[in-house]
């Protein structure tokens, strides 16, 4: 019983210490050493990406585009 209390303390501890220190937060769209605010959504079905500003509760979605100029998709139907 020991054990277990140990070790379910040791990973809650670890997952609090990774999201104290913004481990957890990042993603592609944040500048190295900062976060952008953007948040990125990707379409399951079509694999497109998405990116949603801060501030907007529901909707304002841009889609998110490469430097071609084409949207970002990782498959299409």
Same mark, same amino acid.
Not at 32 to 39: C, D, F, K, Q
Not at 53 to 59: E, I, L, S
């Given at each position: $019983? =020991? ?7 040791? &990973? ?8 104290? #220190?913004?481990? $957890?937060?990042?993603?592609? &769209? ?6 952008? /605010?953007?948040?990125? =959504? &990707?379409?399951?079905? &079509? /694999? ?9 509760? #529901? ?9 071609? /100029? ?8």
């Amino acid at each position: $019983m =020991r054990h277990i209390a140990f070790w379910i303390l040791a &990973t809650a501890a670890l997952i609090f210490f990774l999201w104290a #220190n913004g481990s $957890m937060d990042y993603d592609d &769209t944040d500048p190295p050493g900062g976060r952008s /605010g953007l948040v990125l =959504r &990707t379409d399951h079905g &079509t /694999g497109c990406q998405y990116l949603k500003a801060p501030g907007y509760w #529901n909707g304002a979605l841009s889609p998110r585009l490469g430097a071609d /100029g084409k949207p970002i998709c990782g498959r299409r139907p």
